[in-house]
């Protein structure tokens, strides 16, 4: 019996990012120093979190653009709080709550005006963006709780508190989409909405669902920024939205919905992140590292056009099932 071999788009990810670890260890003998790998988990942190907020959107068959608006905004709210309240535990709690909210309010407006979430999720980053300039007056927001201070520098196990951070949300993010009910409800809700919907799913709830998740998830990601920098800034979370769907595709995630796995969201970040500290060690200059970012953004999409025709193959490979009509008709005894 013949072993099947894994599909290209399975290992196309994987092989790159050895490629890529290959080509820059041998450029740059710092490459594979412990400083710098936890520098670039560090570095990665941010994103990762945002990105898996994202696979729930696009696992449901749709995609947030103002995720890195709220970065700043839930970021923002957090700092306020806990500047006006000395309470960090009210600051955290205010920031998920906006990030709850403002992520319930494009789940509604989606579901509610049918209008495609490309459209809905722009125009809410513009309106995220206003807010957090007019809540900070433009300046970043100091005065934070001096308990905070630890988060930026501490080290549990010699790891930064803001890779156990993502690792937390790695975690939760796996079991709700792939060990929960909720999960196959996304996934099915993104693969054929009508059919789930038909088949008894309440696919609206679980489509408003998945952006409350985003939104969750970019306030952890902007109150971690907060606590990280000890202040918040008005402008961190710039182009996060668009890092987090090309982290997520490059991973796996169908853009039409109903294919998604956390662990290849988490390898399409640490791809992006492979890339931007090989670039930094190497000395590229800030025009030529934009340029590259465009071709990462490139690849993803290559990326799953590669998928879709590996399945196309797959699927023209795969020989139709006989039925009863189409069996030979018996031949008359003679």
């Known amino acids: 019996m013949k072993r099947k071999l894994p599909a290209l788009e399975d290992v196309f990810i994987p092989l790159l990012l050895v490629v890529l670890v290959v080509v820059l260890s041998t450029s740059t003998g710092s490459f594979l120093s412990s400083g710098n790998l936890l520098n670039i988990l560090s570095s990665m942190a941010i994103l990762a ?57 494009n789940g509604l407006l989606v579901i509610a005006l049918k209008v495609h979430p490309f459209m809905i999720t722009l125009g809410t980053s513009v309106i995220g963006v206003g807010t957090t300039l007019i809540i900070t007056h433009a300046v970043s927001i100091g005065g934070l709780p001096a308990e905070i201070a630890g988060f930026g520098v501490g080290r549990p196990l010699g790891v930064p508190w803001i890779v156990w951070v993502m690792v937390v949300c790695f975690a939760v993010a796996t079991f709700l989409l792939s060990v929960s009910p909720f999960g196959l409800r996304v996934l099915a809700a993104g693969g054929n909405r009508e059919a789930a919907r038909l088949s008894g799913l309440r696919t609206e709830r679980t489509v408003v669902a998945t952006f409350v998740l985003a939104g969750m998830f970019a306030a952890v990601a902007g109150l971690a920024t907060t606590a990280r920098l000890q202040s918040a800034q008005p402008t961190v979370g710039e182009g996060l939205e668009l890092f987090s769907v090309a982290a997520a595709v490059l991973g796996g995630s169908a853009l039409h919905g109903g294919r998604a796995a956390m662990w290849r969201t988490l390898l399409g970040v640490l791809v992006i992140s492979v890339i931007q500290n090989g670039l930094n060690l190497n000395g590229v200059g800030d025009a030529w590292q934009e340029v590259t970012v465009g071709i990462v953004f490139i690849l993803a999409m290559s990326a799953e056009l590669l998928r879709r025709f590996s399945r196309l193959r797959a699927g023209r490979a795969t020989p139709p099932r006989k039925t009863i009509a189409d069996a030979p008709a018996p031949v008359p005894a003679s």
């Not at 979190?49 to 923002?76: N, P, R």
Request: no cysteine; hydrophobic share 60%; net charge negative.
């Open 49 to 105: 979190i945002v990105a898996f907020g994202q696979t729930f959107v696009i696992a449901g068959g749709g995609f947030d653009l103002s995720v890195g608006a709220q970065v700043a905004l839930h970021g923002a709210v957090g700092a306020i709080v806990m500047r006006d309240t000395g309470s960090i535990l009210l600051g955290l709690a205010a920031g998920v709550l906006s990030g709850a909210v403002f992520g319930l309010v």
